[in-house]
Every structure is written in structure tokens, then in C-alpha cells.
């Protein structure tokens, strides 16, 4: 075993000097794995960045409820007498006043278009109380002011201030039966948000003519007293809602788009690194063909095969390695933080989001080019082992 261990470290260390001498064809495999890398890490980082806006919205604490049966806010309808029980419900927090810690909201979508684009695109419009914050604290007025009660007033998300030139600070947007004005841009830690325009819940209901809400969002005294809010709720004969922990609600919501990026990004992938392996199969037999009488030197002084197969293997897997490297950085450096915005097809409005590179991801890349390269230096590496070490020493 420990002489076997010697000639694979001999053998390797040999292919390993010599690479700057193939350093062109070399560079034919990091290349090529590093392309497939960078598009596979690129895309998912797209999906899991998609994923961390929504599922990083609300906390364990935080619930919304829907009526019963419907999946999202905008098929939801809770009543003014729903959202009283629901506020005195067990389980619920209260500030120093006995106040339920909630807010009931409208949620509708608006046509918002792009300078750049003839057709609008879907913005959601919550209707939402002054004192938001009590409900949700990581919310802030960043640039203007907060919306007036009974006023047809918009504030807008940072991630709608950024994807539409239309939506600022002075402008207007047709919210409802007319322009509203946009009086403050807010954020609320990066989450969904951000990509929404939020108004005072009583001016959108005069303009909408609505006399129901589409969700009620509160919170809970402790993440432990869920079940116990749910439980009252769900046997309570009077209502027919679904309680659900806003983190679930909003992870939920990704779950469809994030699958088919994944799905898009492994078959993309797929392909590209089919190309790959062939070129590195075709690099990798080039380098055995012109180490043919080394190899045989080699076997002719003792060496066994599977030093030979080994060898070749570690010199394959090394380059895989290079490439993985390299397009998992230049995937980090061009792609992670690049902001863009998408239609959610679960909710059919805008979200604004940016691409994460996470290390998982980059831990992904380098797996599957490391695969690539065992697949294109196992035949090569089975070549050389086989080589007739008398017809190579004369070919030589």
C-alpha cells in the first residue's frame, strides 16, 4: 500500500509539473467547466435570492390571516366583525393601551409601466393604518413622509423606487378612480415590502368601494402561542379563516417560481456540461497521447496501473477544480447583489429582489465541476493504464 501511495504521488506530481507546457489545452477544461459553473451558480442565485425576499418577510412572531380556502391576500375576505374577533382572540400581543397589536389591510394591484416598455406590469397596493409600525417595526419613511389618514396619499418601496422612473418622490400614480400622490418612499429590511405601494386603508376603501378587508396581520405575544391563537380561531363557529405565521405565508408564495429556476438552471447546466466533459475527454486523451512513452517508461520501471489511472484522475479533478473556482467567483463578483424585478406567478404582481450567491451555491458548483472532470478524466485514465508498454517504447 505505501509503495502503491509513492508511484501515485511520483505520477502526480510528474502530470502536474508538466501542465504549464499543455497550458493551452488545459485552459480548454477550466474554461469550459468555469462557463457551465458561473450559468448554474448565476441562475440559482437568482431563485435564491427570489426565496430570501419573501421568506425573510415577517417573523415567527407575526401572523396573518385569510379566509378560509384562499391562498393568497388578493382571494381573501375578512369581514370588520371577523377582524374584532380576530384582534380578541388569546394569544394576541397588546400594547400599554389593551390595544390588539394588528392591522387590517386591503390588498389590490395596480398597472404600473416602465419609461422603457408599452405594457404595464402589476404592483400591489396595500392598504394599510399610519401606525404600520406598530405591526411591523423594521418599516422607516426613508425619504418624504408617511401618508395622511383619509388622504389619497402614496408612500412607495424602495424596490418600486428603484425598478420604476415613473414612481418618485413629487410624482403620482393611479392607485384608484384617479392619480394619487407619492408623499414618502419606505423599506422594511429588504423584504417583499419593498415592492409594494402602501396607501391609508380608509382613502383606498372610499376610492375602491370596498367594505371588507383582504387580510388581517397582528402579532402574537410569543412564537408558542400560534397553536393556541390558531386553535380559537378555526373552532370558532362564527369564522372560517387560516391562520398561518407570516414567514410560512410568505415563504410559500416563492415556491413555484423558485422550483422552476432551479429546474431551468440544472438543465441548462446539464447541457452546457455535456460540452464540457467532451471537452475535457478530448484534452485529457490529447495529454495522454503525447505522454505515451512516459507512461510506458514508467510501467516499464515498475510502476503499476493504478498509479497510472490515479494520476490522470487528480490531474483531471484539479483542473474541474480551477474551473469551478473560477466561475463560481466570476458568478459572485458580476451576479451577487444585481437587483432586478420579476412577476410572481403565485400573487401576478412585480417583486423586486437581488441575486444571492450563497456559499451553498458556490459549495454546488464546485461539486458538479468536479464531477465533470471525474467523468472526462476516467476513460483517458483507463487508456493510459492499458497502454502495451512494449508497442508504446516503440511508437516512441
Not at 26 to 36: D, E, F, H, M, R
Amino acid at each position: 500500500m505505501a509503495n502503491t501511495l509513492n508511484q501515485i504521488g511520483a505520477v502526480t506530481a510528474l502530470n502536474v509539473r508538466s501542465i504549464p507546457s499543455r497550458l493551452g489545452t488545459s485552459l480548454v477544461i477550466v474554461i469550459g467547466i468555469a462557463g457551465v459553473v458561473g450559468v448554474l451558480v448565476a441562475l440559482l442565485s437568482m431563485g435564491a435570492g427570489f426565496a430570501a425576499t419573501l421568506g425573510g418577510t415577517g417573523t415567527e412572531e407575526r401572523t396573518i390571516v385569510l379566509r378560509g380556502g384562499s391562498v393568497d391576500e388578493l382571494s381573501s375576505v375578512i369581514t370588520r366583525e371577523q377582524s374584532q374577533i380576530i384582534g380578541d382572540a388569546p394569544g394576541v400581543a397588546r400594547d400599554a393601551d389593551g390595544k390588539p397589536v394588528m392591522v387590517a389591510e386591503f390588498y389590490l394591484l395596480t398597472d404600473v409601466a416602465k419609461p422603457d416598455s408599452t405594457s404595464p406590469n402589476n404592483v400591489v397596493v396595500r392598504g394599510t393604518q399610519s401606525d404600520v409600525a406598530r405591526v411591523r417595526p423594521e418599516f422607516r419613511i426613508v425619504e418624504g413622509r408617511m401618508f395622511e389618514s383619509g388622504v389619497r396619499e402614496v408612500i412607495i418601496g424602495t424596490g418600486v423606487a428603484r425598478q420604476f422612473e415613473t414612481l418618485q418622490l413629487g410624482g403620482t400614480v393611479d392607485v384608484r378612480d384617479g392619480a394619487w400622490n407619492i408623499v414618502g418612499i419606505f423599506e422594511t429590511g429588504g423584504d417583499v415590502h419593498e415592492s409594494e405601494l402602501w396607501v391609508d386603508a380608509g382613502a383606498l376603501e372610499t376610492a375602491s368601494r370596498r367594505s371588507a378587508f383582504n387580510s388581517v396581520t397582528l402579532q402574537l405575544e410569543s412564537a408558542d402561542t400560534f397553536q393556541t391563537f390558531k386553535d380559537a380561531l378555526t373552532t370558532d363557529p362564527r369564522m372560517v379563516v387560516n391562520p398561518q405565521r407570516q414567514t410560512d405565508y410568505y415563504a410559500s408564495r416563492s415556491e413555484q417560481l423558485h422550483m422552476l429556476i432551479r429546474i431551468l438552471g440544472y438543465t441548462v447546466a446539464v447541457i452546457m456540461g455535456i460540452g464540457a466533459v467532451f471537452g475535457a475527454l478530448n484534452v485529457m486523451y490529447a495529454a495522454v497521447a503525447t505522454r505515451t512513452v512516459e507512461i510506458a517508461t514508467l510501467r516499464a520501471l515498475g510502476f503499476g496501473g493504478l498509479p497510472v489511472v490515479v494520476s490522470v484522475m487528480i490531474e483531471s479533478l484539479l483542473l474541474a477544480l480551477a474551473g469551478g473556482l473560477v466561475g463560481a467567483l466570476g458568478a459572485y463578483l458580476f451576479f451577487n447583489g444585481f437587483t432586478v424585478n420579476t412577476l410572481n406567478f403565485q400573487t401576478f404582481s412585480q417583486v423586486a429582489f437581488a441575486f444571492q450567491v450563497t456559499p451553498e451555491l458556490i459549495r454546488q458548483g464546485i461539486v458538479w465541476a468536479l464531477v465533470m472532470g471525474l467523468i472526462g478524466g476516467l476513460f483517458p485514465a483507463v487508456r493510459a493504464a492499458r497502454l502495451p508498454v512494449v508497442d508504446a517504447l516503440r511508437a516512441g
